[in-house]
């Protein structure tokens, strides 16, 4: 791995580029530091030299992919990570960011959505070897995300933020730590989100999110669609708490994957500000 | 190692009711599937109540992904669609056809249709990442154009229709 954590620069925060934000997002090209692309867009080169290198000649940008599937126990699709490669050799990317999931089990099924690992030994071992398998294809370093999940598959080895740092610790990968989905677990679980904070080595946090969900029938639900007010104002001691333990903390980045009808300022703007003052605040500090 | 096929099975009791079910109710379904007793045990102890809600949203999440691209995939693809209809006339017979596809399989592999036939049009979203796509027939496709303009999905009436 010719890229490691302690090359990665501090970017700042930014926004989740997405189809219908391109226009904003061009007329505010000076309010966001960096972007976020989902990696399996640009898996065409058409797309990569169209769209996205129109983006990168004004934008730093960071690709995070959600299809790997890390958490299976069948090979790696190295069909998929040639593309992968290529997006991340386009961008110069110093990391790639993906998820502690399983999504898919070869062609049989692909539920297209992050659904959580089975956190066992035998789990483990498997992660960490995919692990150490992208980051040598990729040549940079790995930072993988936590989910949200309504459950958990009984008969584990290990509780999730055990799991999550043995991954770290075998691998020397780093972390993206979703804060909204640190929340939304909590709550519907009924836990206490420092308890999952304080178990995760957040040395290791590179890159964070943070998004907006929705209430539906006592569930929080991880929807990308609100602004960080109302309940999701809950993300914000979260972000206060962590981002000076979070030492290694390159980019911050604010989701958004529906309801577009508000102003660009009422959807992102504020809370980017808000976001990008805390963590430069932690940095001064 | 029965790894990769406790994590198939596992998926399957995400996607598929039935099998989830049965799952439930008796777990001789697994009796002839090569699994430790420890994955045996797990799969039939799943919190069938919150994997239900996990079905739920997936379902939701394709639906929103399907509506949300669909809408942006047939404006483009219109004219594309039509010119594509006009050139095979002996599709259908009194706005019947053959073959059915069980909604809403007929709109998704008219995505898939399109995608692959005019990657141009197309935006570049996930699709395969949240919708499964079976390959494209004709029959399929016709009762795609047809659901879409009779729901608003197209605006314009293809010249077809």
Redesign the interface.
Known sequence: MKKNLDSIPFFGAGIGLRTELERQLREHAEDVLVLEVITERFFEKSAREGTLASFAKDFRIIPHGVKLSIGSALPLDYEHLEKVKAVCEFLDAPYYSEHFALTRHGDEFDTGHLSPIWFTQENLEVVIAHVKEIQDYLERPLVLENITSSFEIPNADYEEPEFISAVCQETGCGLLLDLTNVFINAYNRKTDPYDFLQRIPLDRVIHMHLAGGKLHHGVMEDTHSEPLSGINEEVWPLLEWTAPRATRLSTLIIERDSNFSGSFEDMLLTDLRRAQKIIEDSKKG | ?S??R???L???T??DKDFRAQLAENSAVLADEDLTE?ER??LT???FE??E??HN??RG??W?MFR?NSKRLMNAGTAFISSFYISSPALFVDGEMTGAVPFPLELLVLLKHLESRE??IT????L?????IPSASPASLFKAVLFSYRNGIIGKKPRIL
């Open positions: 190692m790894l990769p406790f994590q198939a596992l998926l399957r995400y996607t420890h045990k797990t102890t799943l919190p919150k994997v809600s996990f949203s997936l999440k394709r929103g949300k990657a141009l935006p570049k979203t996930l395969e990442s949240y919708l499964d």
